[in-house]
């Protein structure tokens, strides 16, 4: 099984479906040994491309698996991001990053969150306080001169926030992670990435957990229209879109090979999928769905800690959940 690519701005390619490692809660007894075996299953099946972060908790698994597979380096594509904590220590998060994955390189390093903690106190700072994002991205920018990293970029950042990036970066970024499925289709921030050169990767594009998507009537009957699964017809549409992406978890190992299996969808069921947004009371998110809602951290209107002004996002596109 081959999975297509896309070029990102540096030349280097990307393969268009990868393998989400967030397991949901980090550092749990056993979670590390279940994201180990994620991932060698992933690899029999022929994934090719990873997406871990250091505040997943499971680099060391991650690269543990990759490295036990014996598959060449270089045919596989592993990402991973800097912690909130560590934007004012770029270099040696990414070094820390570096040696728990120990695949000798990473293909691309991501901001995670535009917002930093105070690694001392815990507590979020705000836009304007340093480490602002420009100034974690020029420490990002420091990295590409090392050739441990192959493309950086940033995670969970809106249009207004890559707008301010660019106006004291050098690099553009690579990548811009951020959540998208249909019900959050991220319009605007997807004609400015593609206008910028900025690849898009698609995180819970099936929705996250229990996932209304997945019992959606127009997707169960596009998927049972062609003898697919809702996940598949949800990672086909995001793909079609363009520019995107995606890096659906599985650790299941039938889904998991499923999700890998991807078709062209008809216009016309590809359209049906395009406007499913715009029906009043559909589920969106963003990053505030499941557990993170029931944790007591999670303050209305806001989001890790910045308001949806902050972070550039309107709230009207992200509150029917
Ligand atoms: P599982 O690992 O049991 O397959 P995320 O938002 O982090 O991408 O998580 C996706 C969620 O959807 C996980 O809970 C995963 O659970 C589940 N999942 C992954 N692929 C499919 C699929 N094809 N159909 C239904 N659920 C899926």
């Known amino acids: 099984m081959s999975v297509a690519v896309d070029t990102l701005n540096t030349g280097n390619t990307i393969p268009l479906i990868g393998l989400g490692c967030w397991m949901g809660t980090a550092g749990k007894a056993g979670e590390n040994d279940e994201a180990e075996a994620m991932v060698a299953a992933a690899l029999k099946v022929g994934y090719t491309h990873f997406d871990t972060a250091s505040g997943y908790g499971n680099e060391e698994a991650v690269g543990s698996a990759i490295r036990a597979s014996g598959i060449d380096r270089s045919s596989l594509f592993v990402t991973t991001k800097l912690g909130l904590p560590d934007h004012g220590r770029v270099a040696e998060a990414f070094e820390e990053s570096l040696a728990l994955l120990d695949l000798g390189y990473i293909d691309l390093y991501l901001m995670h969150w535009p917002q930093a903690i105070d690694p001392a106190t815990g507590r979020i700072l705000g836009p304007e306080e340093s480490p602002t994002i420009n100034e974690t991205w020029a420490a990002m920018e420091a990295l590409m001169s090392s050739g441990k990293v192959k493309n950086i970029g940033v995670s969970n950042f809106s249009v207004k926030l890559l707008q301010q990036l660019a106006t004291t970066s050098k690099i553009t970024p690579s990548v811009n992670q951020v959540e998208s ?77 499923q999700n890998l299996v991807t078709f062209t969808l008809p216009q016309g069921d590809f359209d049906a999928v395009s406007v499913l947004h715009k029906e009043p009371g559909q589920y969106k998110a963003l990053c505030q769905y499941g557990p993170s809602r029931q944790d007591g951290r999670t303050v209305p209107g806001q989001i890790v800690g910045w308001t949806f002004e902050q972070l550039g996002w309107d709230p009207a596109a992200f509150v029917d959940f």
């Open 181 to 257: 499925h249909p019900f959050l289709p991220m319009i605007e921030l997807s004609s400015y990435c593609k206008k910028n050169s900025i690849h898009l990767t698609a995180y819970s594009p099936l929705g996250q957990y229990n996932s209304p998507l997945l019992v959606n009537k127009t997707i169960l009957d596009i998927a049972e229209k062609h003898g697919k699964t809702a996940g598949q017809v949800l990672i086909s549409w995001s793909l079609q879109r363009g520019g995107w992406s995606v890096v659906p978890k599985s650790a299941n190992p039938i889904r998991l090979a």
